[in-house]
């Protein structure tokens, strides 16, 4: 998974707090996806993000939940006044610019919200 | 709304001996799929993909095969070992850059 950083790995957080979750692609992609993985499910998907612009972001919900990939910097996915249902893995994968290729995929950070 | 499905959470099979993971889908859009594998702690990472075009893709001990008729792939490991052991994603795509994941297999190589 090297290419792909995520930060932080684990992150904890009490009711009512902000989570910011970031994410820098691998060098030379400009297509950055995030995913939630709940215990004993399979990814979903949330956001499709190129630099500067939302592209898809039908996966995620409407409240709380906001996502950027401004043009210097990583991406951020910020939940805000978090919940204990918010409690999941995050992934992130970026992709090449042009066609339909394999996404590569970060860790992951594991959000614990107590 | 699962238009990826992996049907078996898990699979056992003898060191040496054939794993074969499926895999069906739902939209008949799709045109390009991909296997994953999941070890505890880290992120997916890519195996083998397959588009609409063909039927068959090999890599080495890893082949995918695609069934468009019935909306179903597999993957097929051969000979199976230890390392093998983790979680397999199957994923979609068809218009647009967005995937759709499987729930995941969870393959036991045991030796």
């Known amino acids: 998974n090297a290419g792909v950083m995520q930060n932080p790995r684990h992150l904890v957080r009490r009711r009512g707090q902000e989570a910011r979750l970031r994410c820098s692609p691998m060098?030379?992609?400009?297509?950055v996806y995030w995913y939630r993985q709940l215990p004993e499910e399979g990814l979903k998907f949330m956001v499709y993000l190129q630099k500067e612009n939302i592209i898809d972001e039908s996966g995620m919900p409407k409240e709380r939940f906001s996502a950027e990939f401004p043009k210097e910097g990583p991406s951020i996915l910020r939940i805000q006044q978090v919940v204990r249902g918010d409690s999941a893995a995050y992934f992130c994968?970026?992709?090449?610019?042009?066609?339909?290729?394999?996404?590569?995929f970060g860790d992951g950070t594991r959000l614990s919200i107590l | 709304d699962q238009q990826v499905k992996q049907n078996s959470p898990s699979l056992s099979v003898q060191e040496g001996r054939i794993s074969i993971l499926n895999c069906d889908y739902t939209n008949s859009m799709f045109d390009y799929f991909l296997w994953y594998k999941k070890y505890p702690a880290e992120g997916p990472t890519f195996l083998i993909s397959?588009?609409?075009?063909?039927d068959k893709n090999e890599d080495g001990r890893f082949t995918v095969f695609l069934n468009k008729s019935a909306k179903h792939l597999s993957l097929h490991i051969v000979p199976s070992q230890p390392g093998d052991s983790a979680v397999y994603f199957c994923?979609?795509?068809?218009?647009?850059?967005?995937?759709?994941f499987g729930t995941g297999t969870s393959l036991t190589v045991i030796p």
């Open positions: 994923a979609a795509s068809g218009l647009g850059n967005q995937f759709y």
């Open positions: 397959i588009s609409s075009i063909k």
């Open positions: 994968a970026s992709s090449p610019s042009q066609g339909i290729q394999p996404q590569h």
């Open positions: 060098k030379g992609h400009s297509h």
